[in-house]
């Protein structure tokens, strides 16, 4: 089975980093790059594009609403033609910087906020569709399975592909629990990996709620920022090619 381990990138500003993009660059299939608006600037942007390129990975845009000092975890309100604006606004900036570059935006992931209001909200998973689509069709959506986003992306004739949160819980709907909510966030590595590697043998995970739900994908997202990251990255890379997994990017899995 294929599977792409995908990670978000280039999340610091000016001389501030949150994470080693660099060696977890090494262990990783995808990137999900900021585009300037919760994290990121111009000069990030192209350091990591091209690390990305040196190193066969997928380039991908991780959108989010304009929100840098909340890191794109509050939600801005805004008109959907203002957030198919914003979000075509990224897509540009990583595109003329990736061209510059020779490497190419093959998908689009949405961050913190906007990603959640994504996967629930139907009206604003169509403004991200639309948006995406508008800028370029051939670009795949990083979606929840059984999401708004999918649904919507889709409809549109999309490809999706579809995600695991390694270190994240679950509820019953099928979105991702509330940071806030006990269990929300996973920090044994261990179990991160025994999640993972239960999600890819049989698409069902554990719920918070006590559930068991379908969970079919594609990719697994490590995130950046998250102690011990390029550790579990190795981790998990190893873990699925002793189980029979095959480490592949997105836009290799067609």
Same mark, same amino acid.
């Given at each position: 089975?294929?599977?792409?381990?995908?990670?978000?990138?280039?999340?610091? /500003?000016?001389?501030?980093?949150?994470?080693?993009?660099?060696?977890?660059?090494? @262990?990783?299939?995808?990137?999900?790059?900021?585009?300037?608006? !919760?994290?990121? &600037?111009? =000069?990030?942007?192209?350091?990591?594009?091209?690390?990305?390129?040196?190193? $066969?990975?997928?380039?991908?845009?991780?959108?989010?609403?304009?929100? %840098?000092?909340?890191?794109?975890?509050?939600?801005?309100?805004?008109?959907?033609?203002? #957030?198919?604006?914003?979000?075509?606004?990224?897509?540009?900036? *990583?595109?003329?910087?990736?061209?510059?570059?020779?490497?190419?935006?093959?998908?689009?992931?949405? !961050?913190?906020?906007?990603?959640?209001?994504?996967?629930?909200? +139907?009206?604003?998973?169509?403004? =991200?569709?639309?948006?995406?689509?508008? /800028?370029?069709?051939?670009?795949?959506?990083?979606?929840?399975?059984?999401?708004?986003?999918?649904?919507?992306?889709?409809?549109?004739?999309? %490809?999706?592909?579809?995600? /695991?949160?390694? &270190?994240? $819980?679950?509820?019953?709907?099928?979105?991702?629990? +509330?940071?806030?909510?006990? $269990?929300? =966030?996973? @920090?044994?590595?261990? #179990?991160?990996?025994?999640? =993972?590697?239960?999600?890819?043998?049989?698409?069902?995970?554990?719920?918070?709620?006590?559930?068991?739900?379908?969970?079919?994908?594609?990719?697994? *997202?490590?995130?950046?920022?998250?102690?011990?990251?390029?550790?579990?990255?190795?981790? *998990?890379?190893?873990?699925?090619?002793?189980?029979?997994?095959?480490?592949?990017?997105?836009?290799?899995?067609?």
């Amino acid at each position: 089975m294929k599977i792409d381990i995908n990670s978000d990138m280039g999340e610091g /500003f000016g001389p501030y980093s949150i994470a080693d993009d660099a060696s977890l660059m090494r @262990h990783i299939s995808s990137a999900n790059v900021a585009c300037g608006y !919760h994290a990121g &600037d111009p =000069v990030i942007m192209d350091r990591t594009i091209r690390m990305a390129k040196e190193h $066969g990975v997928d380039l991908g845009a991780h959108v989010s609403f304009p929100d %840098r000092m909340g890191f794109g975890r509050r939600r801005i309100e805004m008109s959907m033609p203002e #957030l198919e604006t914003h979000v075509l606004y990224q897509l540009g900036a *990583l595109d003329g910087l990736a061209r510059r570059a020779g490497h190419r935006i093959t998908h689009m992931n949405p !961050h913190g906020a906007l990603g959640n209001l994504a996967s629930a909200d +139907p009206d604003t998973a169509d403004a =991200v569709a639309r948006a995406v689509m508008d /800028f370029d069709p051939q670009i795949a959506f990083i979606v929840l399975p059984s999401s708004a986003l999918e649904q919507s992306a889709t409809d549109m004739g999309g %490809r999706c592909v579809r995600l /695991f949160l390694a &270190d994240r $819980g679950y509820l019953e709907n099928g979105q991702l629990a +509330p940071r806030g909510q006990n $269990g929300a =966030v996973i @920090h044994d590595p261990e #179990l991160v990996v025994e999640r =993972v590697l239960r999600v890819i043998e049989t698409a069902e995970i554990d719920t918070l709620d006590g559930a068991v739900i379908p969970m079919p994908v594609q990719s697994i *997202l490590v995130h950046s920022d998250t102690a011990g990251a390029v550790e579990l990255a190795t981790r *998990l890379n190893r873990s699925i090619a002793a189980n029979g997994g095959i480490i592949t990017p997105l836009s290799r899995q067609e």
